[in-house]
């Protein structure tokens, strides 16, 4: 199934900024907690683009990047560097904490006692990544990648480094883990369960703009005219135009999940 781009934006509190993302230069939506992305008709909060995105929106109101900036604050209003590996996993531990609150207090509101649920322990698991065709393909085609961005770093090319190369970077690396999210919501549906239903929409559509990221970056790349001394060299764009041929195949299987 393939994801459309969000058709409508639903303001509830603040309206939504618009900030330049990413080497296409897409306008991406950022907002306040009470904004809402409509994607076939499902609304999910805006905030979910800051969990994936390369750049996002860094804005206190945000409820991603508010948290990680009060993070931060408070790392070193006690003096403690806001990047080491201890800060970090006291912010995942807190954070943790902070989601299951919500998420507990969303069930609450319905009803729901996730604290006792019945049938727990006889509900199914998807296979493992590797038992999925498509993941291994997917994950082929991420090594292959890495591979080229490895070899141009080494080389000195500018690109791998520059904004093509960190978006190439950034969602080639996002694409493994996505497709198997989307698969094991695939399955779960297909077995009845009605979890990945709502994740779902929201993984095509991260999926897809994940794709056009990648493809983007590459032809990016291989427009910037002449390669020179610093740039991609002949053989690195032809290793490219590999790559989003891959992409592209792997895109029309992708799509039908």
Request: charged share 30%; aromatic share 10%; hydrophobic share 35%.
């Amino acid at each position: 199934m393939e994801a459309t781009q969000p058709d409508k934006i639903k303001n509830k509190k603040n309206s939504p900024k618009r900030l330049k993302s990413e080497s296409n230069n897409k306008a991406v939506v950022f907002g306040a907690t009470g904004s809402m992305l409509k994607i076939n008709g499902v609304d999910f909060p805006v905030w979910m683009e800051c969990t994936w995105r390369r750049i996002t929106c860094g804005k206190n109101a945000c409820l991603f990047c508010g948290r990680i900036n009060k993070n931060r604050e408070l790392h070193i209003d006690r003096g403690e560097d806001p990047d080491s590996m201890e800060a970090a996993l006291e912010d995942v531990s807190g954070n943790f904490k902070e989601v299951f609150k919500m998420i507990k207090a969303d069930a609450d509101s319905k009803g729901i006692d996730i604290e006792n649920l019945k049938d727990v322990d006889n509900m199914k698991e998807p296979p493992e990544p590797e038992k999925f065709r498509l993941y291994k393909k997917i994950m082929a085609w991420h090594d292959s990648t890495f591979d080229v961005i490895e070899d141009a770093l080494l080389a000195g090319q500018d690109w791998a480094d520059g904004d093509h190369g960190l978006d190439l970077a950034w969602y080639a690396n996002l694409l493994p883990a996505k497709t198997y999210r989307q698969l094991c919501n695939r399955w779960f549906l297909d077995n009845g369960e009605d979890y990945g239903d709502f994740d779902f929409e929201y993984t095509a559509y991260v999926l897809k703009e994940c794709m056009d990221a990648v493809k983007n970056s590459l032809l990016g790349q291989m427009s910037l005219g002449e390669p020179d001394a610093v740039g991609a060299d002949w053989k690195t764009r032809r290793q490219l135009l590999t790559l989003y041929d891959g992409i592209n195949k792997l895109e029309k299987q992708i799509n039908k999940i």
